[in-house]
């Protein structure tokens, strides 16, 4: 065989072997879970007994992720993302400063479900692989609460209200690779909600969008 074919054979061996192990790389599905701390902001009160101006305000919570994704290219991902936010509530603040149901044995709380679809950018494909992300999608929000006064001054009982909403999400953080197929890391998320509108057994509590910051540690498996 001659020198010209022989490298001619060489090189196209090297490019189709090269051309495998770069689909091999980003033709594969993952499965992302997250755990960490929730910190909502203030939301703000459009409707109820304690008039239609004030906070709702909350206790540190906690976030848990999952997340199923494909790699559409080294750079590039899209997922699917849901799992579970829980805030505790810790008052209802009037503009005066008033703590309308601190002392009344009220115990409320947020869960919130996020349903998401996020496209995920990472510049870097080293040991570790720095990310930023978008999100949007909507969240399912349970307000469950006991005792809580909605339009007298009389505890009200059971409160038990859903709702669904548009959900909008920004994250970032970093991840390190252990294996080829396993990543642990630490993010942040940031999720954003439009208002929510709670209505059980004839009362309503009218509320601004939810707005929560959370620190999550990562885990990451690809297949």
Not at 154 to 163: E, I, L, P, Y
Not at 178 to 200: A, K, N, P, V
Request: glycine share 12%; charged share 15%; aromatic share 14%.
């Amino acid at each position: 065989m001659k020198r010209s074919n022989v490298l001619t054979v060489a090189g196209v061996s090297t490019l189709l072997a090269a051309w495998t192990g770069h689909a091999q790389s980003v033709n594969n599905f993952y499965f992302d879970t997250g755990l960490g701390a929730a910190f909502q902001q203030d939301a703000s009160i459009h409707t109820s007994a304690f008039g239609n101006s004030g906070n709702v305000e909350f206790d540190p919570g906690i976030r848990a992720d999952l997340h199923f994704g494909y790699n559409i290219t080294r750079c590039f991902a899209a997922e699917l993302e849901s799992g579970v936010i829980w805030n505790n509530i810790k008052n209802f603040q009037t503009p005066g400063g008033d703590n309308k149901a601190s002392t009344l044995g009220y115990s409320a709380e947020l869960y919130e479900v996020p349903v998401l679809a996020n496209f995920i950018y990472r510049p870097l494909h080293g040991a570790f692989q720095p990310y930023i992300g978008v999100g949007c999608g909507g969240t399912a929000g349970i307000f469950d609460s006991e005792n809580v006064p909605l339009y007298s001054n009389a505890n009200s009982g059971r409160f038990n209200a859903n709702d669904w909403t548009f959900a909008y999400q920004a994250e970032l953080g970093l991840k390190y690779a252990i294996t080829s197929s396993i990543q642990l890391g630490l993010g942040y998320e940031f999720l954003g909600t439009t208002s929510h509108d709670w209505t059980d057994n004839g009362y309503t509590l009218k509320t601004g969008g939810t707005m929560t910051h959370a620190v999550v540690a990562s885990f990451t498996w690809e297949f």
